[in-house]
C-alpha cells in the first residue's frame, strides 16, 4: 500500500483540489448520518442492514457502468474493499450504539479519534515518519475527549455517557481502519465498485456484531423505514460515492482532515432537530477534539 503524495505542480494540484471538495461534499453528506439513526430509533443491527442493503440497488448500477467502461477491478482489490468493509461495519455497529447512549453529536465528534489513529496505521504499516506536533498534540486531544465524556462535569457523568464514549472511541479506531485501507491506494474510476463491494460487507459484519444488543427487525414501522432510506440514500450511497472518488487521490491523513467538517455539522444538526443539548464542557471538549485533530493533520510539518 502507498500514500499518495501531493505535490506542488499545477496539474497535481488541480486534481488534489478536485478532490478535497468531493471530500468535504462527500462529509456534508453524512454529516446527518448520527441524526436519522436516532430519528429511526431502532437496534444497532437494524440500522446497519437497512442502510446497508438498501444501498446495494444504486450502488450495483454505478458499478455496472464501471464495468461496461472495462474499469475492472483486480481480485486483490476487491478482497481489499472486502476488507475495509469489514472494518466499516464494526464501526456502523458500535457507533449505531454509541449514539443511542451519548447523542448524535457527541457520538459524531468522538468518532474523529481516527484522525489521530490513521497516521498510527501509517507508522506501523508503511513505516511514515510520525510529525512532532502529532506526538505534542496527543495529551490535549485525550483531555478534549474526557470533557467531552464528562470525566469533569458531575452533572453530565453517566455510566451510559462513559460506556458509550469507549464504544465510539473503538468505532472510530475501526473508521481509521477503513480510510487508511481505502485511501493509501486505488483509482477513483473504480469507486463505485469499491463502495458496492463495502457496503456489502459492512452490512453482514455490522449486522452481526449489531445483533449483540437486539436482532434485526424486518419490519421496523413506515416512519423508521423512511428515516433508515434517508440514510441510505443520502449516507451510504451519494456521502459514501463522493469519499470513495476523493480519498484514494489523496494522502490519508489529508482525507481524514477534510472529514472533520462532518461533526461541526453533526453537533448543529443534532441540537437544531433532536433538541441536544451538551453542557458546556463539554462544548469545550467538541472543540477541543475537531481543533486538535484539525492542527495534527493540516498544518505542515516545518521539521521537515
Known amino acids: 500500500m502507498q500514500i499518495v503524495e501531493v505535490r506542488s505542480v499545477p496539474l497535481a494540484a488541480g486534481r488534489v483540489t478536485d478532490a478535497r471538495a468531493l471530500a468535504v461534499a462527500g462529509a456534508a453528506c453524512i454529516s446527518l448520518t448520527a441524526v436519522f439513526i436516532r430519528l429511526a430509533d431502532v437496534s444497532p443491527a437494524t440500522s446497519v442492514f437497512f442502510r446497508c442493503a438498501l444501498a446495494l440497488p444504486p450502488l450495483a448500477v454505478l458499478a455496472w457502468r464501471e464495468h461496461r467502461r472495462s474499469r475492472r477491478t483486480s481480485r486483490a482489490d476487491a478482497v481489499r ?5 469489514a472494518l466499516l461495519g464494526v464501526d456502523f455497529a458500535l457507533w449505531s450504539q454509541a449514539i443511542m447512549l451519548v447523542g448524535a453529536g457527541i457520538s459524531t465528534v468522538l468518532v474523529n479519534i481516527q484522525v489521530a489513529v490513521v497516521p498510527l496505521l501509517s507508522f506501523l504499516f508503511l513505516g511514515t515518519r510520525i510529525p512532532a506536533r502529532f ?11 474526557a470533557l467531552t465524556a464528562g470525566v469533569v462535569d458531575d452533572g453530565a ?8 464514549t469507549l464504544l465510539a472511541l473503538l468505532s472510530g479506531v475501526a473508521y481509521a481502519g477503513y480510510i487508511f485501507v481505502v485511501g493509501g491506494r486505488g483509482t477513483a474510476a473504480t469507486a463505485g465498485t469499491q463502495v458496492l463491494v463495502s457496503t456489502a460487507a459492512a452490512g453482514v459484519v455490522g449486522s452481526a456484531l449489531g445483533s449483540v444488543w437486539g436482532t434485526v427487525d424486518l419490519a421496523p414501522g413506515w416512519a423508521a423505514f423512511g428515516w433508515l432510506a434517508a440514510l441510505a440514500v443520502s449516507a451510504q450511497v451519494l ?4 469519499l470513495g472518488r476523493s480519498l484514494p487521490r489523496l494522502a490519508p491523513e489529508v482525507g481524514a482532515t477534510l472529514l472533520l467538517l462532518q461533526p461541526v455539522l453533526a453537533i448543529a444538526a443534532a441540537m437544531a432537530l433532536l433538541g441536544e443539548r ?27
Do not use: E, H, K, N
Not at 506526538?135 to 475527549?145: E, H, K, Q, S
Not at 457523568?157 to 458509550?164: E, H, Y
Not at 464542557?281 to 475537531?290: F, H, I, Y
Open 81 to 85: 474493499f472486502a476488507v475495509a468493509g
Open 135 to 145: 506526538v505534542a498534540t496527543i495529551p490535549v486531544l485525550f483531555a478534549g475527549i
Open 157 to 164: 457523568t453517566s455510566p451510559d455517557l462513559l460506556w458509550g
Open 239 to 242: 456521502g459514501w460515492m463522493l
Open 278 to 304: 451538551p453542557s458546556t464542557l463539554q462544548l469545550v471538549g467538541c472543540a477541543t477534539v475537531v481543533a486538535t485533530a484539525w492542527y495534527v493533520t493540516s498544518r505542515p510539518d516545518r521539521s521537515r
